[in-house]
Every structure is written in structure tokens, then in C-alpha cells.
């Protein structure tokens, strides 16, 4: 190998870097949430904590992702997430249809399309599958009119 | 307190500028931190500019002048006597005034102002099209509206010479003369058994051709009606003035009063008024919905997902990814029954009668609606019933009444 032809590699090395890092926000980690939950299922199976890049409010899309262990902590991958979730006390849910998929980390779920409608106290519910069984859970919170 | 203070400043300032005009003295602000945010939320600079991925067209001073030419062309009609225009009146804000709309027939919803309508997500009350150009086509069908068919509505636009010349500076070519010669009058997807025969006739080529010259109608209607703005009223006044450390004397005692009742989260005002155009974009049930008659956004949630013209469709300028509110809509028909899109509050006062089929004639009928509705006493709205005093009625009406145009 020449050393142009090294040059040429390493320069496309670089250019495929630089491509990586730009994909969709939602792909890369959440390394700096500035809100977060973390639950255990009702029956004891799972432990989920949900992380988000703003805090809650209402209008735009949410970036947030969940990450999903068993009960001794370790990442559980390849699970099926249907969200859902609404606002009790006013008897509607989302207006959006959310979906969860895995991303390349273990243990670690996207959520695309989740969006909130009105200030106050909401709940997001989890039905989450796996080989070893399934549970849900559901998270309690408050979206103040002001952020 | 106040008054004391507001008067040093005026004394103060007297002193610096020698005079001290009311308008400019500066005024501490009444409102708590929290409340100012929510106010500041409200009012119109907080409104961003217009977009519309899926039509390039936009902003473009070409389609908003042809656009604002096929607006208020009545010869876009079945019997030559119904144009946008028709409904959405200039000198009534783009609306009517009616309790629904009135064109070849009478339909079944309310008539909306267009002022600020282009900032919308979603369009008609049940929001069944996802963009203003794919909602302006509709009408031009629509049996109770304009009832012209597809051929022949792009046919009369593009073998017009004035609007064949600007279309064409727009779009470049435009389908010639022998090719829209062997298209007839009188075809559309949806229509009569003729009509519908008609256009199964074309070849799926003709077809995709009409459908290309009539979404690009569509963008340049959307384009003058994009350009309708909603101006500033009296509130967005007097938020500017405040903003600015001057007067808030813009508001009357009343109007300030029924300004504090509406962000107070007892009222629920702004649960769904909320935001510079004072809608939050979303679909409620509020107790208006008919069972069996008219179920609101719950009737047409399929429809948006199959629309030719939505966002995902060939005609849309948009890239999938633009299209995030279409891909994750929410389609539970039993979340939705008798929702209805939350109307913007601007010019409200003006706009009457009120609700998707204009069944309010008053603002005082619609408070009066939250206040004693049954629907919503007994559970099946998206609200709790709100409760006021007359005098608080008349703060909350003076308040609506400052977002009106001057």
C-alpha cells in the first residue's frame, strides 16, 4: 500500500466518521438528560429508566429514549415497547402514536413521535414483552406551562 | 402601592425629559414571573415564521399573486357564482358570518377565519387534510362547495392565457393543448358514477398528469393564503408595551381581569388555547359531537392516511422525514370521537357564531356552553365544567374582545 493510497483510506475513514456523528438526534445516546424517571414494572421483571433531552412540554416532539434491565441490572435487548399514555384527569391520551425501537446499544430503546398537548399531570404507560415474560408500568408526572 | 410607584417613575422622568407622556412612563410589571411567561407565550412575535415543507411554493411572491387571482375566481365553480372568496370573506376576516358555510349548498361546518390558518398543523375542524394546498383542493370538488370537477378545474386554469402564462413562469410546461383536449370535462376520483367512469377512463399517465397541475393549484392558493397574517391586536399591544417598560394602560381594569381569569389554570382556558395563535393544535372532544351524525376527527382518520395529496404522497414537496405529524398521527377512533381541532382565539370576537357548526351565536353562548354543558358534566369531554361568575363572563369576554383587529 502506497502512501497515497493510505492517505486516501484515511481520509474516508474520517469522512465516514464525521457522517456517523451526524445522524438523526434520536440515534445517538442521551448522555445529558435534563429529565428522567426510572421505575420498576408492576410485577418486578423490568426496570426502565426514561430519559429525555428537555424536560417535558407541550407542542414539539419529545427526544427521549428508555433504557431496559432485568431485576439484577443487566441490559435487556430485542424486547417489543408498546407506549401509550393520557391525561386522567381530563380523560384523553396522546395525541400522537408513539413507537419504540431498539438502538445499537444493549439495552437501549428510541421513542419517535411522542408529543404532549397540554400542561399538567400525565401518565406513560409501558407494555413491555420479552422471551422471559411480560409487564407493564406506568409513569407519573407533571408538564408545567412554562417550559 | 403601585400607583405611588408609577407616579415617582412619571415625576422622575419628568425631570430627565421634561415631560412626561402617559404612554411612555415607565410602569413596573403587575404580573407575577410565571404569569408574564404565560402572557409573553400568548402574544403574536412569539409566532414563528410561516412553513410548509411539502410546498415549495410558499413563500413565493409568483404563486401568492396567482394564487390570490384563482382565490376569488368564481368562474372556478359549477355554476359560475362560487369562489373562496364566497365563504371566506376579506371584509369579514375570511369567514362568513354564517352558521355554516353557504356556496352551492349548505354545508355542515362552521366557516374559520383565514387570518393566521397557514400556521396550522392540521385543516378543517376535523383536520382531515395535513397541509393548506391539500386543503384548498377539496372545495374545488366538493359537491356542497364549488362541485367542479378535476379535469375541468385544471383545464379552465390552464387554458386561461393570463393564468397559463404565470402558471407556466411558475411550474415551467404545462400540459399542451392536445393533451389536455382529449382529457373530458366532467372527470374526478370522487363524484357521480359518470364521473368517477370518466376518470377510471384516463390512463394512470393523464391521471397522474391532472393530479400534478392540480396539487400545483392548490400550492398557489395556499400561498395567498399563507400570506393572510393575523394582526396585531390590542393584547399584543399591550404586551409590547409592557415588554418595553411603558404604559399598560393598552387594557381596561375589565380586560386585565378576564386576562388574569384566562391563564389561570382553573379555568382551563389554556390547557387548549394556548400559544401566540391561542390554539395548542389538537384534537378535544368538548361535548359538540353527534353521535352517528358527526364523530369529528374519529371519522376521517383513515382518509388522511390514504390522501393522495398529504404530506407522504407524490405530489408533497416534502422529504419523509418532514412528515413526522402524519407518520406518528394518533388513529384510536375511541379516543377521538367528537373531537374537534381547538380553534385559534384571534379576532375571535369577530368571527361569530362559534363550534364546528356554528351552533354558539355569542362568546357569552360559549361560556355558557363549558359552563353548563351535560356532555362535559357527565364526563364524555376532554374538560371538567368550568364555573364563573356573571361578572367574571363579562372580564372573560372584554379580554377575548382585545384580540380582535382594530
Given at each position: 500500500m502506497?502512501?497515497?493510497?493510505?492517505?486516501?483510506?484515511?481520509?474516508?475513514?474520517?469522512?465516514?466518521?464525521?457522517?456517523?456523528?451526524?445522524?438523526?438526534?434520536?440515534?445517538?445516546?442521551?448522555?445529558?438528560?435534563?429529565?428522567?424517571?426510572?421505575?420498576?414494572?408492576?410485577?418486578?421483571?423490568?426496570?426502565?429508566?426514561?430519559?429525555c433531552?428537555?424536560?417535558?412540554?407541550?407542542?414539539?416532539?419529545q427526544?427521549?429514549?428508555?433504557?431496559?434491565?432485568?431485576?439484577?441490572?443487566?441490559?435487556?435487548?430485542?424486547?417489543?415497547i408498546?407506549?401509550?399514555?393520557?391525561?386522567?384527569?381530563?380523560?384523553?391520551?396522546?395525541?400522537?402514536?408513539?413507537?419504540?425501537?431498539?438502538?445499537?446499544?444493549?439495552?437501549h430503546?428510541?421513542?419517535?413521535?411522542?408529543?404532549?398537548?397540554?400542561?399538567g399531570?400525565?401518565?406513560?404507560?409501558?407494555l413491555?414483552?420479552?422471551?422471559?415474560?411480560?409487564?407493564?408500568?406506568?409513569?407519573?408526572?407533571?408538564?408545567?406551562?412554562?417550559? | 402601592?403601585?400607583?405611588?410607584?408609577?407616579?415617582?417613575?412619571?415625576?422622575s422622568?419628568?425631570?430627565?425629559?421634561?415631560s412626561?407622556?402617559?404612554?411612555?412612563?415607565?410602569?413596573?410589571?403587575?404580573?407575577?414571573?410565571?404569569?408574564?411567561?404565560?402572557?409573553?407565550?400568548?402574544?403574536?412575535?412569539?409566532?414563528?415564521?410561516?412553513?410548509?415543507?411539502?410546498n415549495?411554493?410558499?413563500?413565493?411572491?409568483?404563486?401568492?399573486q396567482?394564487?390570490?387571482?384563482l382565490?376569488f375566481?368564481?368562474?372556478?365553480?359549477?355554476?359560475g357564482?362560487?369562489?373562496?372568496?364566497?365563504c371566506?370573506?376579506?371584509?369579514?376576516?375570511?369567514?362568513?358570518?354564517?352558521?355554516?358555510a353557504?356556496?352551492?349548498?349548505?354545508?355542515?361546518?362552521?366557516?374559520?377565519?383565514?387570518?393566521?390558518?397557514?400556521?396550522?398543523?392540521?385543516?378543517?375542524?376535523?383536520?382531515?387534510?395535513?397541509?393548506?394546498w391539500?386543503?384548498?383542493?377539496?372545495?374545488?370538488?366538493?359537491?356542497?362547495e364549488?362541485?367542479?370537477?378535476?379535469?375541468?378545474?385544471?383545464?379552465?386554469?390552464?387554458?386561461?392565457?393570463?393564468y397559463?402564462?404565470?402558471?407556466?413562469?411558475l411550474?415551467?410546461?404545462?400540459p399542451s393543448?392536445?393533451?389536455?383536449?382529449?382529457?373530458?370535462?366532467?372527470?374526478?376520483?370522487?363524484?357521480?358514477?359518470?364521473?368517477?367512469?370518466?376518470?377510471?377512463?384516463?390512463?394512470a399517465?393523464?391521471?397522474?398528469?391532472?393530479?400534478?397541475?392540480f396539487?400545483?393549484?392548490?400550492k398557489?392558493?395556499?400561498?395567498?393564503?399563507?400570506?393572510?397574517?393575523?394582526?396585531?391586536?390590542?393584547?399584543?399591544?399591550?404586551?409590547?408595551a409592557?415588554?418595553?417598560?411603558?404604559?399598560d394602560?393598552?387594557?381596561?381594569?375589565?380586560?386585565?381581569?378576564?386576562?388574569?381569569?384566562?391563564?389561570?389554570?382553573?379555568?382551563?382556558?389554556?390547557?387548549?388555547?394556548?400559544?401566540?395563535?391561542?390554539?395548542?393544535?389538537?384534537?378535544?372532544?368538548?361535548?359538540?359531537?353527534?353521535?352517528?351524525?358527526?364523530?369529528?376527527?374519529?371519522?376521517?382518520l383513515?382518509?388522511?392516511?390514504?390522501?393522495?395529496?398529504?404530506?407522504?404522497?407524490?405530489?408533497?414537496?416534502?422529504?419523509?422525514?418532514?412528515c413526522?405529524?402524519?407518520?406518528?398521527?394518533?388513529?384510536?377512533?375511541?379516543?377521538?370521537?367528537?373531537?374537534?381541532?381547538?380553534?385559534?382565539?384571534?379576532?375571535?370576537?369577530?368571527?361569530?357564531?362559534?363550534?364546528?357548526?356554528?351552533?354558539?351565536a355569542?362568546?357569552?353562548?360559549v361560556?355558557?356552553?363549558?359552563?353548563?354543558?351535560?356532555?362535559?358534566?357527565?364526563?364524555?369531554?376532554?374538560?371538567?365544567?368550568?364555573?364563573?361568575?356573571?361578572?367574571?363572563?363579562?372580564?372573560?369576554?372584554?379580554?377575548?374582545?382585545?384580540?380582535?383587529?382594530?
Open positions: 502506497n502512501q497515497q493510497m493510505f492517505k486516501h483510506i484515511f481520509i474516508l475513514t474520517g469522512l465516514v466518521c464525521v457522517l456517523l456523528a451526524c445522524k438523526a438526534p434520536t440515534d445517538a445516546d442521551i448522555t445529558k438528560p435534563a429529565w428522567e424517571l426510572t421505575q420498576t414494572s408492576t410485577n418486578g421483571l423490568f426496570k426502565v429508566r426514561l430519559r433531552q428537555h424536560l417535558p412540554s407541550v407542542g414539539s416532539f427526544d427521549c429514549q428508555l433504557e431496559l434491565t432485568d431485576g439484577s441490572g443487566k441490559a435487556i435487548h430485542g424486547a417489543n408498546k407506549l401509550d399514555g393520557g391525561m386522567p384527569k381530563h380523560g384523553h391520551g396522546l395525541p400522537t402514536a408513539p413507537v419504540v425501537s431498539p438502538l445499537a446499544a444493549q439495552g430503546y428510541k421513542i419517535e413521535g411522542l408529543q404532549y398537548n397540554m400542561p399531570a400525565w401518565l406513560l404507560g409501558l413491555i414483552k420479552t422471551p422471559a415474560g411480560q409487564d407493564k408500568l406506568v409513569f407519573s408526572f407533571e408538564i408545567s406551562n412554562l417550559e | 402601592m403601585r400607583p405611588i410607584v408609577a407616579l415617582i417613575c412619571c415625576v422622568l419628568s425631570f430627565s425629559l421634561n412626561c407622556a402617559e404612554p411612555t412612563c415607565p410602569t413596573a410589571n403587575p404580573w407575577t414571573p410565571q404569569a408574564w411567561g404565560l402572557i409573553q407565550s400568548l402574544a403574536l412575535d412569539a409566532l414563528p415564521a410561516v412553513s410548509d415543507a411539502s415549495r411554493y410558499l413563500s413565493n411572491p409568483q404563486a401568492v396567482l394564487g390570490s387571482e382565490f375566481d368564481q368562474r372556478l365553480s359549477a355554476n357564482q362560487v369562489s373562496c372568496a364566497s371566506h370573506q376579506p371584509e369579514k376576516f375570511f369567514s362568513d358570518g354564517l352558521t355554516t353557504q356556496a352551492i349548498e349548505t354545508g355542515t361546518r362552521n366557516t374559520p377565519s383565514l387570518l393566521g390558518v397557514a400556521w396550522n398543523q392540521w385543516f378543517f375542524w376535523d383536520g382531515r387534510k395535513d397541509s393548506l391539500s386543503q384548498a383542493l377539496s372545495p374545488l370538488e366538493d359537491p356542497k364549488h362541485n367542479l370537477a378535476r379535469t375541468a378545474v385544471v383545464k379552465l386554469v390552464l387554458t386561461d392565457p393570463q397559463q402564462q404565470k402558471y407556466q413562469a411550474f415551467g410546461a404545462s393543448t392536445a393533451e389536455m383536449a382529449a382529457w373530458p370535462t366532467d372527470a374526478r376520483p370522487s363524484g357521480s358514477i359518470a364521473q368517477i367512469q370518466a376518470w377510471k377512463a384516463l390512463s399517465q393523464q391521471r397522474t398528469s391532472i393530479d400534478t397541475q396539487a400545483n393549484l392548490g398557489m392558493i395556499a400561498a395567498y393564503v399563507a400570506s393572510l397574517k393575523p394582526p396585531l391586536s390590542r393584547f399584543d399591544q399591550y404586551v409590547a409592557l415588554k418595553a417598560g411603558k404604559s394602560s393598552k387594557l381596561t381594569p375589565l380586560e386585565l381581569e378576564g386576562l388574569r381569569l384566562f391563564i389561570d389554570p382553573k379555568q382551563q382556558c389554556l390547557n387548549c388555547h394556548s400559544g401566540p395563535l391561542f390554539t395548542n393544535q389538537s384534537f378535544h372532544s368538548i361535548g359538540t359531537g353527534e353521535m352517528g351524525r358527526d364523530t369529528g376527527r374519529a371519522a376521517i383513515d382518509q388522511i392516511r390514504f390522501d393522495r395529496f398529504n404530506c407522504l404522497g407524490e405530489f408533497s414537496d416534502a422529504s419523509p422525514a418532514d413526522t405529524k402524519l407518520q406518528y398521527m394518533q388513529r384510536n377512533r375511541h379516543q377521538l370521537i367528537g373531537a374537534y381541532k381547538t380553534p385559534s382565539l384571534r379576532n375571535v370576537g369577530q368571527t361569530a357564531p362559534y363550534f364546528h357548526h356554528g351552533k354558539q355569542t362568546l357569552a353562548d361560556l355558557d356552553h363549558y359552563i353548563n354543558s351535560s356532555e362535559i358534566k357527565a364526563g364524555r369531554a376532554d374538560l371538567t365544567a368550568i364555573v364563573l361568575t356573571e361578572a367574571e363572563k363579562q372580564a372573560l369576554i372584554a379580554f377575548l374582545n382585545t384580540l380582535n383587529i382594530e
